[in-house]
């Protein structure tokens, strides 16, 4: 079992900056893969970034590319989101996830269903 839990979460305003973090426990975090999701109010739930086991490869979305940059500290037992020029559309709840490593195909990693293990949630709020 793995427990996630988000912090970092807070209100900006449009062009500003912020962290999330999520703390991981339970197994050894170095064999997850672990991805940031997010949904905004009355919307599915959405694929903003991955990160595989080792932090060897990334993924993100369309529209944080370039803006949003997904890490992992094995030491801390800890991944990251940095978001950059936040926009008013970044504002959701955003969820960590993850789940044990194998040879998925990349289009696993987009897809909120493949993974097993979630946190709570952390709100990040851009007002317009």
């Known amino acids: 079992q793995v427990q996630l839990v988000e912090s970092g979460g807070g209100s900006v305003q449009a062009g500003g900056s912020l962290t999330l973090s999520c703390a991981a426990s339970?197994?050894?975090?170095?064999?997850?893969?672990m991805a940031w999701f997010r949904q905004a109010p009355g919307k599915e739930r959405e694929f903003v970034a991955a990160?595989?086991?080792?932090?060897?490869?990334?993924y993100y979305a369309d529209s944080v590319k370039g803006r949003f940059t997904i890490s992992r500290d094995h030491r801390k037992n800890t991944m990251y989101l940095q978001m950059e020029s936040l926009k008013p559309e970044d504002t959701a709840v955003y969820y960590c996830?993850?789940?044990?490593?194998?040879?998925?195909?990349?289009?696993?990693?987009?897809?909120?269903?493949?993974?097993?293990?979630w946190g709570q949630g952390t709100q990040v709020t851009v007002p317009s």
């Open positions: 996830a993850g789940r044990a490593a194998q040879a998925y195909a990349i289009s696993t990693y987009y897809d909120p269903s493949q993974y097993t293990y």
């Open positions: 339970g197994r050894p975090f170095h064999s997850y893969d």
């Open positions: 990160i595989n086991w080792n932090g060897g490869m990334t």
